[in-house]
């Protein structure tokens, strides 16, 4: 039996399936991004506006979080990469 064979499939596989999230974490990233600079020029242009400072603000927040929360998730799965698959640090 072949062992080396399937452990070789089984690692490119786990290493598709990491890229695969990697750039679904950059991409949802940018879309973070933007959507904070949008809360951003949207809070400093209505600043006359009161009332619509409100949702603004949501903007910011929200887009502070989800950017905290992606790039601590990109972390852990490079945690994991180097943990588990031996990856090397770039």
């Keep these: 039996m072949n062992f080396h ?3 070789a499939t089984l690692a490119s596989t786990i290493n598709l399936l990491l890229d695969l999230i990697n750039t679904s974490i ?6 973070a991004l933007l959507i904070f600079m949008l809360g951003g020029v949207r809070y ?3 600043s ?3 009332e ?3 949702a603004d603000k949501k903007l910011l927040i929200w887009g502070v979080v989800s950017m905290f929360v992606l790039f601590s998730l990109g972390g852990l799965v490079r945690l994991i990469e180097i943990a ?4 090397a640090l770039n």
């Design 5 to 7: 064979s399937t452990s």
């Design 26 to 31: 950059r991409a949802l990233s940018i879309i």
């Design 44 to 46: 400093i242009w209505g």
């Design 48 to 50: 006359s506006n009161k």
């Design 52 to 54: 619509g400072h409100g």
């Design 84 to 87: 588990f698959l031996g990856g």
